[in-house]
């Protein structure tokens, strides 16, 4: 039996790469800050299959005795500060969990088994303000925040650390990637969140930033689908994960209200705190190495993600609400 350690597994990538694991037999191990927390929001499908054990990203004696207690075959570090809004609050934090903790792991796996396979969430922030339209595995990086420029360390040493200590670690750099479990806090789940509030009549209005910013959206669940293909291949690599489309906020509000039956237009109200400063090349990504290494693909394109979001959201506050 394959055993997993995954770091993050409270979040939205960590609970759906539980579930595709625990499908595959393995047995799951998750290292979190806060085992009480994480155990109480774990959804219904992980609660007593996965197991749960405290480690502090800051502190290397912990994840050398974590990796010998449990002898994963596979790490996944998936837990991170998060982008967003967040991306240039507490930037010496940021560089010690996002960047830093990524070396500790590296130097655990070659302390406790040099065989464990690596596998780090990167970011395509790592481009920051891009020079190319579609941006891939050779684009020239530009972080543009404290969060895109840890990232960017962790994959230079996991680059190194597989060139030098041949260790089996890799950096999926991901695009955005969105589900029913995505946080509030980020555009996507505040427009399904909100448009589903406004069907209940619970809401009036939704406040937006800029309506033209366009992101490539995938689904999470393919996406943490290619990490786990990443650590299955006879050498590791490093591989951009995206659906090489671009969607503008605004036509994820038009599909979000449109699938209630709504017209966005008499809904949305201004909100200057969440512009961002536009961005001169398009946020796209180019999978198609993932393709030829990996086979994969996404499999929920853009109109099923954001109906899938607004039916979730629309369930849960009938739930909620009842
Ligand atoms: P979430 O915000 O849903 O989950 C992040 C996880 O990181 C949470 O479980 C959280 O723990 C944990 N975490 C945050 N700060 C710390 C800390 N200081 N110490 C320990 N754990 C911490 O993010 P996603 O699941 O969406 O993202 C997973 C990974 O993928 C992240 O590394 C992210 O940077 C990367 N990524 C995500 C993208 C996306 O669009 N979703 C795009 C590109 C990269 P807790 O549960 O305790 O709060």
């Known amino acids: 039996m394959k055993t997993a350690l995954i770091t993050g597994l409270g979040g939205q ?6 579930e595709l694991l625990l499908e595959k037999g393995y047995r799951i191990i998750g290292a979190v800050r806060d085992v009480r927390r994480t155990e109480d ?37 998936l837990a991170a500060y998060s982008s967003g809004a967040g991306m240039y609050d507490d930037p010496v934090g940021i560089g010690e969990v996002n960047g830093l903790s990524v070396v500790r792991m590296l130097e655990a796996v070659r302390e406790v088994n040099i065989g464990i396979r690596f596998c780090q969430a990167s970011s395509r922030e790592v481009f920051g303000e891009s020079f190319e339209g579609l941006q891939t595995e050779c684009t020239r990086v530009n972080p543009r925040s404290p969060y895109g420029a840890a990232k960017l360390y962790a994959d ?8 030098h200590y041949g260790l089996f670690a890799c950096s999926a750099i991901l695009f955005n990637h969105e589900s ?4 509030l806090g980020f555009v996507t789940r505040k427009i399904t969140h909100g448009a589903a509030k406004i069907k209940l009549g619970l809401s009036q209005e939704l406040y937006l930033g800029n309506l033209n910013a366009c992101r ?5 669940g393919d996406y943490v689908r290619a990490m786990w293909l990443m650590l299955q291949q006879s050498q590791p690599t490093d591989c951009v994960i995206a659906t090489g489309e671009s969607h503008s906020v605004r036509e ?30 398009p946020l796209v990504g180019d999978a198609r190495k993932a393709k030829e290494v990996l086979g994969w693909e996404p499999q929920i394109r853009f109109c099923q993600l ?5 039916d979730a959201d629309l369930q849960m506050l009938k739930e909620k609400n009842n």
């Open 252 to 281: 994820f509000c038009a599909r979000a209200f449109t699938h209630l039956g709504l017209d966005y237009r008499q809904f949305l109200a201004d909100e200057p705190a969440a512009y961002r400063p536009a961005e001169s090349v």
């Open 41 to 77: 929001s774990l959804p219904i499908t992980l609660k007593n299959k996965v197991e749960l054990v405290a480690w502090s990203m800051l502190i290397q004696e912990e994840m050398v005795s974590v990796m010998r207690h449990y002898q994963p075959t596979e790490l996944y570090n």
């Open 306 to 310: 954001v109906d899938m979001m607004v």
């Open 216 to 220: 490539d959206w995938g689904f999470a």
């Open 13 to 18: 990538d960590g609970s759906y790469l539980a």
């Open 156 to 163: 230079s040493m996991i680059r190194i650390y597989r060139q």
């Open 180 to 183: 029913p479990r995505r946080s």
